[in-house]
Nanobody, 116 residues
Framework: QVQLVESGGGLVQPGGSLTLSCAAS????????MKWYRQAPGKERELVASITSDGGTTNYAGSVEGRFTISRDNAKNTVYLQMDRLKPEDTAVYYC?????????WGQGTQVTVSS
């Protein structure tokens, strides 16, 4: 059974940091491209960051470049999103996604709220 379980969300003040984790099981994690998406209320889901299966290449949305860092530990079947210098506009539900060819798996999401 494929599972992606996000954790690490919460309430943080502007300028603060959070690290999200996504623990995977039920598939060969090291073969999958991993992505983080987010969806704010009333907005479409948007791609935040991605990382190749070997961790060698990362990509970021322009709105988070230089503030967020995606990484993965294939030995632990986990992908991370380190979020620094958070802004109120980063408030959203964050989802991890595993993608390999036509296979696509989603987690249930974790809420991140940036507010003073």
């Amino acid at each position: 059974q494929v599972q992606l379980v996000e954790s690490g969300g919460g309430l943080v003040q502007p300028g603060g940091s959070l690290t999200l984790s996504c623990a995977a099981s039920g598939f060969i994690f090291s073969s999958f491209l991993m992505k983080w998406y987010r969806q704010a209320p009333g907005k479409e889901r948007e791609l935040v960051a991605s990382i190749t299966s070997d961790g060698g290449t990362t990509n970021y949305a322009g709105s988070v470049e230089g503030r967020f860092t995606i990484s993965r530990d294939n030995a632990k079947n986990t992908v991370y999103l380190q979020m620094d210098r958070l802004k109120p506009e980063d408030t959203a539900v964050y989802y991890c996604n595993a993608r390999r060819f036509l296979d696509s798996h989603w987690g249930q999401g974790t809420q991140v709220t940036v507010s003073s």
